[in-house]
């Protein structure tokens, strides 16, 4: 279940296991596209992964699809670019 996952990728992301905390999120966003907090997520596990084009990649997917968010998810991105999200 979501809470079952919730917690899982907040362990495995506290200990550096990034790539099973995406894979988690990833399968969130597939079946909850319309989950603007999902896209959130996944960016920020990639983020926190290095893996910074998939982060950014994401975000843009998801502004396409939250166009109503986009002013912050460009905030968000502009902040990666620059080496200055915090997460």
Do not use: H
Not at 55 to 72: G, H, M, S, V
């Amino acid at each position: 279940d979501i809470y079952s996952d919730s917690e899982l990728i907040r362990a495995y992301s506290a200990v550096g296991e990034y790539d099973k905390a995406i894979t988690l999120l990833e399968n969130r966003v597939e079946l909850q596209q319309n989950n603007i907090q999902a896209w959130a997520s996944l960016a920020a596990a990639y983020y926190e992964a290095g893996r910074i084009s998939e982060a950014i990649e994401t975000l843009e997917q998801a502004k396409e699809r939250f166009p109503q968010a986009a002013t912050q998810i460009d905030g968000f991105i502009a902040d990666i670019r620059a080496g200055e999200l915090s997460i």
